[in-house]
């Protein structure tokens, strides 16, 4: 069955270090995102990507970078990381020629930065 | 996008048909209605959407009112795992291009008791 993964599902990591959470989907959907989820804030967009070398930013998008190679693969790097970016984070996809806003979500990535 | 407003929390007997409204007062006429749930720990599932018909699936009823004013997401008889947050999004139609993201607000906690 096609399907959207993230990984890793947990990461611990330091102030300032560079951390690059994957996300790959099996559904050749061209539209990939990326969400954070705070309490008290639900989901906020970082990225989202239209197709191969296609991104734009989201509403919370500083310190947040990502790339589009190939139609599965929409990893979040974060540059230096900072504790303010401990979050949970979800990617999601979608198809245009059906519905974009119809979006499939991965698991999640919980990320603790100490 | 117009802004919508949920009622917090609603608890709902198990078999019981769960009635969760969702007030769009603004919505423009080329706006659709999306639901969405979370379930705890997961990342947020695609439930339903509609323009202005009544639409069904396996999941859920969609009612929109005439006016287009508000909505109602029916859960027929639910189950304890459908205990979760269910958000109501309103976003503008789509034309066969990509898609911006979605605004997730507080949503409902509808809480499923046995």
């Known amino acids: 069955d096609a399907e959207i993964t993230q990984s890793p599902r947990h990461k611990i990591t330091e102030t300032g270090r560079q951390v690059t959470l994957a996300c790959h989907q099996t559904?050749?959907?061209?539209?990939m995102f990326w969400y954070r989820q705070d309490l008290g804030h639900g989901l906020r967009l970082i990225h989202y990507?239209?197709?191969?070398?296609?991104?734009n930013k989201g509403e919370v998008s500083d310190g947040y970078s990502v790339s589009r190679s190939n139609t599965e693969d929409l990893p979040l790097t974060l540059e230096s990381a900072a504790s303010s970016q401990t979050s949970v984070y979800f990617c999601?996809?979608?198809?245009?020629?059906?519905?974009?806003?119809?979006?499939?979500f991965g698991p999640g990535t919980r990320l603790t930065v100490t | 996008d117009a802004k919508t407003t949920q009622p917090p929390s609603m608890d709902c007997a198990e078999g019981r048909a769960a009635n969760l409204p969702c007030n769009h007062s603004t919505i423009s006429g080329n706006e659709y209605v999306y639901w969405y749930r979370q379930i705890h720990s997961q990342g947020p599932q695609y439930i339903i959407h509609?323009?202005?018909n009544n639409e069904t699936n396996e999941m859920a009823s969609l009612i929109i009112t005439e006016d287009r004013k508000s909505s109602t997401l029916i859960l027929p008889h639910a189950t304890l795992r459908d205990t979760a947050v269910y958000y109501c999004?309103?976003?503008?139609?789509?034309?066969?291009?990509?898609?911006?993201?979605?605004?997730f607000g507080k949503g409902t906690h509808l809480i499923i008791q046995p």
């Open positions: 509609g323009l202005k």
């Open positions: 999601a996809s979608s198809e245009s020629a059906r519905n974009p806003y119809e979006q499939y």
């Open positions: 990507s239209y197709g191969v070398q296609d991104t």
């Open positions: 559904w050749n959907h061209n539209n």
């Open positions: 999004i309103v976003r503008v139609g789509y034309s066969g291009g990509g898609a911006d993201g979605l605004t």
